[in-house]
């Protein structure tokens, strides 16, 4: 565990550089957006250029970006990601608050994507060009090529509206003073929906690289031998072909952490969600600059996170990566 | 129907809806009002700012006008007290005397006072309110004789009758006792507003819901009858009919649920839509243009431009009748301003085709004359549907418009700082008299990045002079005369083209109960408001 | 390979309806000279209820079929203009950074990874906001959350070509790194890097439709994302305007992946029997 931890930390280190690509290249680009936090703040409000003003010096909008970027950046150091104006509250608070159902969101999502696609995968990859295999392969490149929103909407006019089995959007029961359990399971039963249409929408990918590793593995030569020595199929197919498929899938995990927090800032609209790819957009919407800035670094880290899970992960399936090793 | 409730009054007694009554004329066939229950209704935005002496526009009244309350309210035949119950100008215009209700206290326990409402006025309407500052910019003073008696001083004489009809949206009362002394635009108590109203804000959790609660000492007899009220926030505008239907939330104020899909909800059992309640809430679709352009400073353009659009597809199509074809600045609905005697552009793309001809500006080889920018305000479904169909019209005629679609900051300052379009889509509030946000769409000389403004670079004295003159103008019927000449002018030298007037509609369940009862009903106090079981 | 690519029912099936979609794109003026964002008739009429609108009309009365038809060569133009911009870049990246190795195969190794922890449709978003939403800002905004796979793909080919004989024979010749580089080593490893091509062209027409969803789209042509984003809104009364543009984007991602696995599939044949 220990060694997990530094392991970590050293990762988190050599990703410093990108860590700061990251950071000046966001702000550079949020420098160009037509229009600042004050413009944002003054459509709800109205109000003159005096006032535009004197609100632009008060929340700091008046100093060169250079000055803004200075400031950001020894915030940062210090561990302070500094203060949202859209909120008016410290933009720590404002992400931890909904990273929580965020990580629970993706979590769920990535589960059902990854298990229920690769054992789909192992279907298809039993036998391929069977029927099952190409029935399976277009049926789930079928849902993988509807937009979110448009799933999650008619997962909602179906299961929430026409069947009321399932509520249609928040993450758990307002104002209801549950707790414990209870509202463990209240949670579930909010995230049912918007899992299943995050989560389907990248069961196709599994699906297909599982489904071609197998192909691969079904050409190697110990296959044919394990078939010659009367190996029943299913034995092979599990733990022989599958298992050696199941590595650029674990791979694929990681690579998909990062498409999958984009994925939720629809995911989190049609739900209401109130997670982070939500608030990122509602950030470019107040043009609240240090709040993206913030919401992108605390992706990023994420996204380095899960990747380094993986990679231990990895190392432990497959034995000739040695977790010691740093993989790039 | 009427026998069970007569039993039901003589079992429950009579107190609470006697009560009821004194305070909010229920009709006298109403059913017995329940007490109790949550209200839960879709919020489609999560405004910073909840302050309504501050901010002044729908989106922070939806919730906030609850929690806190004005002098006056308005009804559909004038208004009734809240804060105030008399209210006396005098001859010369330079002074206003409210009488203010007697035994009203604040959320947190403090009486409320003539001196509540003279910091109100002169530290906050006055100085930081989007729209009192042009309505309030003479009140000099507010004398408080005693703790119910405000006297309001104007250095000129200032119409009774403006004042008046800026009472509802204009004169939220907060607390002295929390802003004095304090930097007003950062108090706390902007985003957890404590007034005197009817409900009392509890929470906000952000991205999810705001919360208020049934305000127990609240000086109306029997009211609230709810316990709370839930904003539940609905990101997507697709979400609230489907909200409702799933009975998850009750009710959805504001054009919530798309207009196209009335029809069908209408339909579902337990669902009604209601379409009155917004009569002094109307907003108008406007053609907003930028007059710095040569082609747009030509009258005859403007001209062709107006008889190119179909106000009756646009009624018909767009807002699948829930509006009506405007003809002038001021909405056909408002009884005290609107003429209809103003010169009217028929949709007539002959005519569109010929001015645009006479004014030197022929087909080229490609059948286009020239191009604009067009920016629709990203607001409403409704001003970006107008935007689209706008393009196609104009393409009719030979203008070739491009869409620019920005977010609402971008808009905002593509269209009021940098008046970087051509022509713009706007959705103005009429506000129940010209001089509180009307005028301002075509007087000359204001500053810029004022949204809702005139921005288009357009000035004429014979326009400002009316404005000029009306602000001025004690007399009331001649008050109203220079506002008609004002609408006889706007529509001949067309500063802007007004398109269309809506007011909303509001979807809820049929338990949802005293829906609609006044003419502000979205941004009233909802005190009346009770869920049947 | 052309012969190998039909030799698969993946290369036929996504050949043909290639073909179709291509017929369709090209077909669209033709067919509906108008502009297909123009009112040609009463808004939301029922698919098959009138001969002059087959597919029935929209809320403000454009003609649904138009819009599929011209729709179709927006959507495909946006996906391979995407997946263009992207594989270029991704290829230049890559090869430079693959063939100069050292400091400069660091620093845009570095890079490439900043974009890669960054969701991108994050960064689509927050790009496409700031500039503005029009065709070629959406086209940019999709390549620069797209091009750092084709940039790994390369660099990875390259680090393995540029140590064959016709490389090394090159640079005895005396011809100039950056020559080689793109004349002798980029052509070698594109086909890994094509390979990626129908991911991405796929992934671009669904990010062009999450794009109108949340109202970033280019409100000047019509594609079909914006066709189903503006549907939504009427989805119980209208299901058909979302309907009948979705099955055609299922119709075309579907179609690029089966061609794209259908190449993939015929030049892998192609090299083990080489």
């Not at chain 2, 006297?151 to 949206?169: E, G, K, M, V």
């Not at chain 2, 005290?336 to 080889?365: C, I, S």
Request: glycine share 8%; net charge neutral.
């Amino acid at each position: 565990m220990n060694r997990a931890l530094s392991l970590l930390r050293r990762r988190l280190l050599t990703s410093l550089p990108v860590f700061l690509i990251v950071i000046v290249g966001s702000f550079l680009l949020l420098e160009a957006a037509p229009g600042d936090a004050v413009d944002a703040y003054l459509v709800s409000v109205g109000g003159d250029a005096g006032l535009a003003a004197q609100l632009r010096h008060e929340w700091g909008l008046d100093r060169s970006a250079w000055a803004r970027f200075l400031t950001f950046a020894t915030a940062l150091v210090h561990g302070d990601l500094g203060w949202s104006v859209a909120f008016a509250r410290p933009i720590r608070d404002v992400i931890l608050e909904r990273l929580p159902n965020t990580l629970l969101l993706m979590g769920a999502a990535t589960a059902l994507s990854f298990g229920l696609g690769s054992l789909l995968g192992i279907v298809a990859g039993a036998r391929p060009g069977s029927i099952c295999d190409r029935v399976l392969s277009v049926a789930s490149l079928a849902i993988y090529a509807v937009p979110g929103f448009w799933l999650g909407l008619v997962l909602i006019v179906v299961f929430s509206i026409e069947l009321r089995w399932l509520p249609l959007g928040g993450i758990e029961t307002i104002a209801s003073s549950r707790s414990g359990l209870d509202r463990g399971l209240d949670i579930a039963r909010h995230l049912v929906l918007p899992v299943a249409a995050l989560g389907f929408i990248y069961l196709a990918l599994y699906l297909r690289v599982m489904r071609a590793g197998m192909a691969e593995v079904w050409r190697m030569d110990f296959v044919l031998a394990l078939r010659a020595r009367g190996l029943p199929q299913s034995r092979i197919v599990i733990a022989h072909v599958a298992r050696n498929a199941l590595l650029p899938l674990v791979t694929l995990l990681g690579l998909q952490s990062a498409s999958m927090l984009g994925g939720s800032v629809v995911i989190e609209s049609v739900f209401a969600v109130p997670g982070i790819g939500r608030l990122a957009h509602e950030a470019v919407a107040a043009r609240d600059v240090p709040l993206l800035l913030g919401i992108i670094l605390s992706s990023a880290i994420l996204v380095i996170v899960v990747n380094f899970l993986v990679d231990i992960v990895y190392a432990a399936l497959d034995p000739r990566v040695g977790a010691s090793e740093e993989r790039a | 129907m009427t026998i069970l409730n007569i039993s039901r009054r003589g079992l429950l007694g009579g107190a609470a809806a006697a009560g009821a009554l004194a305070a909010l004329p229920i009709p006298a066939f109403a059913q017995q009002a329940r007490r109790g229950g949550r209200l839960v209704v879709a919020a489609d935005s999560e405004p910073r700012n909840l302050n309504p002496a501050i901010v002044a526009s729908n989106g922070v009244f939806f919730v906030s006008s609850k929690v806190v309350e004005p002098l006056a309210e308005a009804t559909f035949d004038g208004l009734e007290g809240r804060l105030a119950t008399a209210w006396e100008g005098s001859a010369d215009g330079l002074s206003v005397t409210f009488t203010l209700r007697e035994g009203v206290n604040w959320h947190d326990g403090r009486p409320f006072t003539s001196a509540d409402v003279a910091f109100s006025a002169l530290e906050v309407w006055k100085k930081l309110q989007n729209l009192g500052r042009v309505v309030f910019k003479d009140l000099e003073a507010v004398d408080t004789p005693d703790d119910h008696t405000a006297i309001f001083r104007f250095a000129r004489p200032t119409p009774f009758q403006l004042i008046r009809n800026a009472l509802p949206a204009l004169t939220a009362v907060v607390p002295r006792h929390l802003y004095e002394g304090t930097d007003i635009a950062a108090n706390p108590a902007n985003t957890a507003p404590i007034g005197t109203g009817p409900f009392r804000f509890a929470e906000h959790k952000a991205g999810e819901y705001y919360r208020l609660t049934r305000n127990e000492a609240y000086w109306g007899k029997g009211v609230p009858y709810l316990d709370e009220i839930i904003y539940r926030v609905l990101p997507d505008r697709a979400a609230a009919a489907g909200a409702i239907e799933a009975d998850e939330i009750q009710l959805a104020a504001f054009s919530a649920v798309p207009l196209a899909d009335l029809d069908r909800i209408s339909k579902v059992p337990g669902v009604e839509v209601v379409t009155t309640g917004y009569e002094a809430l109307t907003y108008q679709l406007v053609v907003e243009i930028n007059h710095r352009r040569k082609e747009l400073a030509d009258l005859n353009v403007r001209r062709a431009i107006a008889r190119a659009i179909d106000k009756d597809f646009v009624v018909k199509t767009i807002f699948l009748g829930y509006a009506v074809a405007a003809t002038g600045p001021v909405p056909k609905n408002d009884a005290q301003f609107y003429t209809a005697d103003v010169p009217q552009y028929a949709f007539d793309l002959a005519k569109a085709n010929a001015l645009l001809d006479e004014a030197g500006y022929a087909r080229g080889a490609n059948g286009k004359r020239f191009a604009l920018k067009l920016l629709p305000a990203p607001y409403f479904n409704e001003t970006r549907q107008f935007g689209d169909y706008l393009r196609q019209a104009l393409a009719e005629v030979g203008i070739d418009a491009t869409i620019v679609n920005n977010d609402a900051a971008a808009h905002q300052k593509a269209v009021y700082t940098d008046h970087d379009f051509d022509i713009a889509v706007a959705p103005p509030v009429f506000r129940g008299d010209p001089a509180i946000s009307t005028t301002i769409l075509v007087q000359s000389g204001i500053p810029d990045g004022v949204p809702f403004s005139n921005q288009g670079g357009y000035a004429n004295a014979e326009i400002d002079a009316v404005i000029e003159k009306a602000a001025g103008t004690l007399d009331e019927t001649a008050r109203i005369g220079l506002y008609h000449d004002f609408q006889k002018l706007v529509a001949t030298d067309l500063p802007l083209i007004n398109v269309a007037e809506w007011g909303f509609t509001t979807v809820k369940r049929s338990s949802v109960k005293n829906v609609a009862n006044n003419p502000r009903w979205a941004v009233s106090n909802w005190a009346d408001v009770w869920l049947d079981a | 390979m052309t012969r190998r690519l039909f030799s698969t029912p993946e290369g036929i099936a996504g050949t043909a309806i290639l073909a179709l979609l291509a017929l369709a794109a090209l077909a669209a003026p033709m067919l509906f000279p108008r502009d297909p964002l123009s009112i040609a008739g009463p808004s939301l009429l029922p698919p098959f209820h009138d001969p002059a609108h087959i597919l029935g009309t929209d809320r403000l009365g454009r003609d649904v079929l138009a819009g599929l038809f011209h729709g179709a060569r927006v959507s495909l133009a946006v996906g391979i203009a995407a997946a263009a911009a992207a594989l270029f870049v991704g290829a230049v990246v890559g090869t430079i950074a693959g063939f100069a190795g050292g400091f400069v195969d660091e620093a845009l190794m570095r890079v490439a990874e900043a974009f890669q922890i960054v969701p991108g449709f994050l960064l689509t978003l927050a790009f496409v906001s700031i500039a503005g939403p029009s065709l070629p800002v959406v086209v940019a905004a999709i390549a620069l959350g797209a091009w750092t796979g084709p940039a790994r793909v390369a660099r990875a080919e390259v680090l393995s070509i540029r140590e064959r004989d016709h490389v090394a024979a090159s640079r005895v010749v005396g011809m100039h790194p950056l020559e080689i580089a793109l004349r002798e080593v980029m052509p070698n490893a594109l086909p890994p890097v094509m390979a990626l091509s129908s991911v991405i062209v796929a992934g671009a027409v669904l990010t062009e439709a999450a794009l109108s969803f949340l109202g970033l789209g280019d409100p000047n042509r019509v594609t079909w994302g914006a066709m189903i984003a503006e549907g939504r809104a009427v989805l119980r009364s209208a299901p058909y305007l979302s309907i009948i543009p979705g099955i055609a984007l299922v119709v075309a991602v579907v179609g690029v992946y089966l061609f794209g696995e259908g190449v993939v599939e015929a030049s892998a044949s192609r090299r083990r029997y080489q």
